[in-house]
């Protein structure tokens, strides 16, 4: 499961959240040229269950960029992938105001949002607000969690099924908030112990992943994350 942010330009980038296109067009050759195809979280969720996840590899881009619709829907429709988009229905049109001083990129409005469903994209939330639910109060973690499913599903017409934690951050409290709003996974970076279907660990992938580096990650990827959960079943059996 690969974790990208914006694709523009990735100068002046501190956080190192940015891959240019003509990066991410080398990349998703790569991919396709080893015989992977990037998907969806859902879809491959749904194909780890049926047993039939060989040559997937989930694409997901955080924090809903309008940079996504303009750059990188493009690549991914000129090399058969889809992709999920965990966007901020509280913060539409609006700017990645918590990554100062980085450089200030728009996020997707609501059309935004919708023509990247419309164009056969998962639409996640990642939240309302890009806070950290580890700190957050109960009221806040309702809202983060609740609330950003409802307005997206007044966006898309489909209530989301992923959620993704903002900066990756997880504990118990927050996973369990993410459990009892409705989604069916939650991505994160490092879930460590928590790893399972509501912490999903990811590979981060930046402009400097050239197809070497993605060569070792992929080799890597499998000694350093734990096992991930094959199915939905259990989550739903616990509901």
């Known amino acids: 499961m690969l974790m990208y942010h914006s694709v523009g330009d990735p100068m002046d980038d501190p956080y190192r959240v940015t891959v240019s296109p003509a990066r991410l067009d080398r990349q998703l050759r790569w991919l396709r040229g080893h015989g992977l195809t990037g998907v969806s979280m859902t879809e491959l969720l749904r194909a780890r269950e049926l047993g039939r996840a060989a040559g997937l590899v989930g694409l997901t881009f955080d924090d809903g960029y309008a940079d996504f619709t303009e750059h990188a829907l493009p690549l991914l429709r000129r090399h058969g992938c889809t992709a999920t988009v965990f966007a901020l229905p509280g913060l539409l049109g609006g700017a990645n105001d918590w990554d100062r001083p980085g450089p200030r990129k728009p996020l997707l409005t609501a059309d935004g949002i919708r023509e990247a469903a419309r ?3 998962e639409i996640g939330s990642h939240g309302l607000l890009h806070r950290d639910l ?3 109060d109960e009221e806040t973690l309702h809202r983060e969690t609740h ?3 409802t307005l997206l599903r007044d966006i898309t017409g489909r209530a989301p099924e992923g959620f993704c934690y903002p900066y990756g951050t997880v504990d118990p409290r927050a996973a369990e908030a ?9 991505c994160a970076t490092g879930a460590g112990p928590l790893t399972g279907m509501y912490a999903l ?3 981060h992938i930046g402009e400097r992943d ?3 580096r993605l060569r070792v990650k992929r080799a890597l990827h499998p000694l350093r994350r734990p096992r991930t959960p094959r199915a939905h079943r259990a989550q739903r059996e616990d509901r």
């Open 147 to 149: 609330h950003s499913r």
């Open 134 to 136: 580890t700190t957050a």
């Open 210 to 212: 050239t197809t070497w």
């Open 201 to 203: 660990p990811r590979v």
């Open 178 to 186: 993410v459990r009892t709003a409705g989604y069916r996974y939650a």
């Open 119 to 121: 164009a056969g994209m």
